[in-house]
Antibody, heavy 118, light 109 residues
């Protein structure tokens, strides 16, 4: 069964950092890209960024609002992708989701909540 | 900054047909934008419905279809069921990055 599970969310102060994980199972992780998206309470989805597979040189891309502050990485030996979030702002408060991209963007996780507040 | 626009809300009667659209601030949406459609219900994971404009996943009910319509991507539901009440999001590809639409809240009434 294909699964992606996010973890690492929590409360962080403005200006702080947090690293989220996306653990995958049920498929060949190394062949897949991983997307991150987020959703503030009562708001729509926002694409955060993605990392492609080794075959695609682990290329990354980011949404405009997080570019330069967030970094996506992966460890294929652990079937896990990461979202390193630096210089966090209150407007980064949201549920963060990951998904796989293997031919298509299909399976999404249940998300992990990040709250940026003093 | 690129903006992807969807109808904020739509209402359809059970058994009816409804079309949701997805427009780009950059102009006409084509297959090069690889339109994706997702369904979101409270407490559930995001569910993929359509990819690459009109391709369905193995789990996508046959009543869902995707197309390009009047310069936009479109999601059509024929024979709407009560369980189709949900938020629907499109996702478009822009030269290496992706952008979600603002979402359409579909009410089945």
């Amino acid at each position: 069964e294909v699964q992606v599970v996010e973890s690492g969310g929590g409360l962080v102060q403005p200006g702080g950092s947090l690293k989220l994980s996306c653990a995958a199972s049920g498929f060949t992780f190394s062949d897949s890209g991983i997307h991150w998206a987020r959703q503030a309470s009562g708001k729509g989805l926002e694409w955060v960024g993605h990392i492609r597979s080794k075959a695609n040189n682990y290329a990354t891309a980011y949404g405009a609002s997080v570019k330069g502050r967030f970094t996506i990485s992966r460890d294929d030996s652990k079937n896990t992708a990461y979202l390193q979030m630096n210089s966090l702002k209150t407007e980064d408060t949201a549920v963060y989701y990951c998904s796989r991209h293997l031919e298509t963007i299909d399976y999404w996780g249940q998300g992990t909540l990040v709250t940026v507040s003093s | 900054q690129t903006v992807v626009t969807q109808e904020p809300s739509l209402t359809v009667s059970p058994g009816g047909t409804v079309t949701l659209t997805c427009a780009s601030s950059t102009g006409t949406v084509t297959s090069d934008y690889y339109p994706n459609w997702f369904q979101q219900k409270p407490g559930q994971a995001l569910r993929a419905l359509i990819f690459s404009t009109n391709k369905i996943h193995s789990w996508t009910p046959a009543r869902f279809s995707g197309s390009l319509l009047g310069g936009k991507a479109a999601l059509t539901m024929s024979g709407v069921q009560p369980e189709d009440e949900a938020e629907y999001y499109c996702l478009l590809y822009y030269d290496g990055a992706w952008v979600f639409g603002g979402g359409t809240k579909l009410t089945v009434l």
